[in-house]
């Protein structure tokens, strides 16, 4: 029997309803309302205007935020909170703006979790009004924002490894990439990725000041082979994507391009045994039900199996963490 603490009526009633707030901030955020507001305390006329909006709908919105303390307003005027603005603002380094558009489009995914699960598909996807195109790019700004807070300090964590070349597949815009090289000054890297996110990698990698160690390639993972010749690879955020069939064939990809005595390290979520805990991977394998055709979250010991039917040896967990940032690694015999 259980020890755990189950939750009360209460808690009930509110894991029901959290959707409230979360749907406040993501309008906000796909209206771009905080961007109007700026630094400027506009009228609820005002802002309405600039956005193109409807008054009574935009005024009530405003009030909604005021109320969940993301907006100041006294006496019809509404304004960024100081505090809040290099979280909110487009063009701040530590802005959540993609993360919470991101999160928008998951409650769209997520809103048909009941349909998802009584036909075995993923959900269908609806556009934000901002347009396929910027949810994309929306997605790929959303995983720099969380992985660079923790990038560098994971990264040490790690030892750092030691490397002479990187592979960075699915490497995004570059962010762990550029923590990479920023611990192994000597090393160099390839970032391997979808075109559109190869455009936000040079992007970020001319601001890191790394340009002239890191190769750029673009290609498709499911179709391509990867660029040979790393003696460590980095496959971040991927394997939850795909089925352990995919990962298999994925990690076979990585293994052939791999020198001899290369390593391969996976970063993603790692289910306990019972794969119910921990909580956050348990609902992160519902995200990949609604979202994706056979993505899920798997234990170390599914690993470790996908890794050597893939021919490496050696696999072990080398961080274990509540949510994405689990590491586990492996060598290519050489």
């Not at 489009?105 to 349909?115: D, K, Y």
């Not at 790393?230 to 995919?246: E, G, K, T």
């Amino acid at each position: 029997m259980t020890t755990e603490k189950r939750p009360d009526r209460e808690q009930i009633l509110l894991m029901a309803n959290g959707f409230r707030s979360a749907c406040v901030l993501g309008a906000a955020a796909e209206l771009d309302v905080f961007t109007v507001l700026g630094r400027k305390t506009l009228t609820a006329d005002e802002a309405a205007r600039r956005l193109a909006a409807d008054l009574r709908a935009t005024t009530v919105l405003l009030d909604a935020l005021v109320g969940l303390g993301l907006l100041d307003g006294k006496a019809g005027l509404y304004a960024v909170p100081d505090t809040l603005r290099p979280l909110l603002a487009e063009d701040s380094p530590t802005t959540l703006l993609p993360m919470i558009r991101h999160a928008m489009n998951l409650v769209r995914t997520w809103s048909q979790l009941a349909r998802v699960v009584a036909t075995g598909q993923p959900a269908a996807r609806e556009p934000s009004p901002r347009g396929a195109e910027a949810d994309r790019a929306a997605f790929i700004a959303a995983m720099h924002a969380i992985s660079a807070p923790v990038a560098d300090g994971l990264v040490a964590r790690l030892g750092p490894p030691q490397f002479r070349h990187l592979l960075d597949v699915g490497g995004a815009s570059g962010t762990w990439t550029l923590a990479f090289l920023r611990a192994v000054p000597a090393a160099a890297a390839t970032i391997f990725d979808l075109p559109d996110a190869i455009q936000q990698a040079h992007e970020r990698v001319a601001q890191g000041g790394l340009a002239a160690r890191i190769r750029l390639v673009a290609g498709d993972f499911y179709t391509d082979d990867l660029p040979a010749g790393a003696d460590l690879a980095w496959v971040s955020a991927i394997a939850h994507q795909h089925s352990r069939a995919h990962n298999r064939r994925l990690f076979q990809k990585v293994h052939a391009a791999l020198v001899p005595g290369g390593r391969i390290l996976i970063r993603d979520v790692v289910m306990d045994p019972d794969h119910a805990h921990p909580v956050d991977g348990a609902l992160f394998a519902v995200n990949m039900l609604v979202n994706t055709e056979s993505g899920g979250t798997f234990t170390f010991q599914e690993y470790a199996e996908d890794l050597q039917s893939a021919g490496f040896r050696e696999a072990a967990l080398l961080l274990k963490d509540a949510g994405m940032n689990s590491v586990v690694g492996a060598r290519k015999p050489g």
